[in-house]
């Protein structure tokens, strides 16, 4: 049975401040939706996930879900949130999904444990809502004083997803249609769905004010983990008049020789976030003895290496690499590598560090027979 995920993102978030929507603000160097939609993307009973958007952010949509897998083209919602998530089910109806989690877009933190265990309930029920009891003191407030103390017996804290049989939430939101319920079990509730509660997470928090986002960041650096991997490359010269050095097609007496176009600066660098992974080198993701590779653009290899960073929750936090030859002279063009390979990464600028050397005119590289290249590259996990 296919399980979907809606993930409605088309508020306009106005109570975090002025600036971007809150789920396009940055959190721990990424939009808050880039977590959101990553978590299910990547969840392994999750079939397919589809975003709801408000149609002046499809750029900054774009941009915030470039390269994640199981995703569909985002839907434009509408002036409220029951009509937004009533357009992006009739939008996945197309699929028919068995089930559908529906979660709000600026809920970063949601656990896989939380997924798991919302498509588990429905196994028994037609409706599943993730909440957390409260356990505070209520007060009924009036004029600014304190009054009664309201009883908190049975009192719970809805959060998302809230997980339903597709059918179901889709006939009971069609016939709600036009009305302003603030989440999608009133909606069921409306339509006579029984909804089973199972137990959420404090850390499964909504992103509201930038007091939220400050807290989300200190949730997420108490989890965090670095790694740093480390890469290096050979190629020797050999016919040509250019060396293809990352991604940078600079002009020189001579080509490099390799399967691929040889480039030691990426393949370094591919392998040295390959090895801040733990996920094996180049080769074993690309074998030379493999045709398919012959000549092939280095890009790939590094933009693969990016996409498997992604997939394992890591962001790439840094790059530095070295260059070591001593022609053809590497700073006329170092500004352009930087960009190149900001650009394949997906990372700003200013994270990318490349630099040249010489041996002073010793060893292979001094005698001008090849290049070599080192780079090292730190993660950022959590």
Known sequence: MTVVALIVAAGRGTRAGPGAPKQYRQLAGEPVLRRTLRAFCLHPEIDLVMAVIHPDDREAYEAASAGLPRLAPACEG????????????????????GRVLIHDGAR????????????????????????????????????????ETVPRDGLWRAQTPQSFHFDAILDAHRKAAGGELTDDVAVAAAAGIAVATIEGDETNMKITSAEDLARAERLLAAGRESRTGSGFDVHRFGPGDHVMLCGVRVPHTHGLIGHSDADAGLHALTDAILGALGNGDIGRHFPPSDPQWKGASSDRFLAHAARLADEAGARIVHVDMTLICERPKIGPHADAMRARISGILGIDLSRVSVKATTTEGLGFTGRGEGLAAQALATLSFG
Request: glycine share 10%; no cysteine.
């Open 108 to 147: 970063p933190l949601v656990t896989p444990d939380i997924i798991s265990r919302s498509i588990a309930a429905l196994d028994r029920h037609k409706g599943a809502l993730v909440a957390v009891p409260v356990t505070d003191t209520i007060r009924r407030v009036s004029g600014g004083m304190a009054g």
């Open 78 to 97: 509408g002036p409220t949130r029951q009509a937004s998530v009533l357009r992006g089910l009739e939008a996945l109806a197309a699929h028919k999904p």
